[in-house]
């Protein structure tokens, strides 16, 4: 059985347009595996938040709650990008993802990422930003990039 290690975190403002779930693996994937993210609701459940095959994604096992708020990249068996976007966030999104490359029912290759959607700062309604933790598994270092958000000329000016 698959299991994934380290938990790759990754953090995001509740209201941010999308969050990057990060999964890069090699680019030889077998053109008949499937890609299926999950959400995990407990230690046995997980629901479909995206399954892709090679000749297209499958919205019909996408439960309700993700459909029309993800997008994976083309063709992650010719690049090994298996990451996944998820669009109009929500605090409730928060929680384990996992992805895994299946073929007959076999699991050749997973990532586990925790996302954690924070509510807005409490700062005048203005959010942090983005940060994004990656962990390196070649070295297990820790690389984190913090993204500010773009204030509105107005903001800008209201606070020199």
């Given at each position: 059985?698959?299991?994934?290690?380290?938990?790759?975190?990754?953090?995001?403002?509740?209201?941010?347009?999308?969050?990057?779930?990060?999964?890069?693996?090699?680019?030889?994937?077998?053109?008949?595996?499937?890609?299926?993210?999950?959400?995990?609701?407990?230690?046995?459940?997980?629901?479909?938040?995206?399954?892709?095959?090679?000749?297209?994604?499958?919205?019909?096992?996408?439960?309700?709650?993700?459909?029309n708020?993800?997008?994976?990249?083309?063709?992650?068996?010719?690049?090994?990008?298996?990451?996944?976007?998820?669009?109009?966030?929500?605090?409730?999104?928060?929680?384990?993802y996992?992805?895994?490359?299946?073929?007959d029912?076999?699991?050749?290759?997973?990532?586990?990422?925790?996302?954690?959607?924070?509510?807005?700062?409490?700062?005048?309604?203005?959010?942090?930003?983005?940060?994004?933790?990656?962990?390196?598994?070649?070295d297990?270092?820790?690389?984190?990039?913090?993204?500010?958000?773009?204030?509105?000329?107005?903001?800008?000016?209201?606070?020199?």
């Amino acid at each position: 059985r698959f299991r994934s290690r380290p938990v790759l975190p990754v953090e995001v403002e509740e209201g941010a347009w999308s969050a990057l779930l990060p999964f890069r693996t090699t680019p030889d994937l077998p053109q008949d595996a499937r890609v299926v993210w999950g959400y995990r609701i407990n230690d046995r459940k997980y629901i479909h938040v995206h399954v892709s095959e090679k000749k297209s994604a499958q919205p019909g096992e996408q439960d309700d709650r993700y459909r029309n708020r993800t997008k994976m990249n083309e063709d992650p068996w010719t690049t090994g990008d298996c990451s996944l976007t998820l669009n109009d966030l929500q605090q409730d999104d928060s929680g384990t993802y996992v992805c895994v490359v299946i073929r007959d029912e076999v699991t050749l290759r997973g990532k586990t990422v925790e996302l954690k959607v924070k509510g807005q700062s409490s700062d005048a309604g203005q959010r942090s930003g983005v940060s994004l933790s990656s962990v390196s598994s070649a070295d297990r270092s820790q690389i984190t990039y913090q993204v500010l958000p773009i204030r509105e000329e107005a903001e800008a000016e209201a606070a020199v």
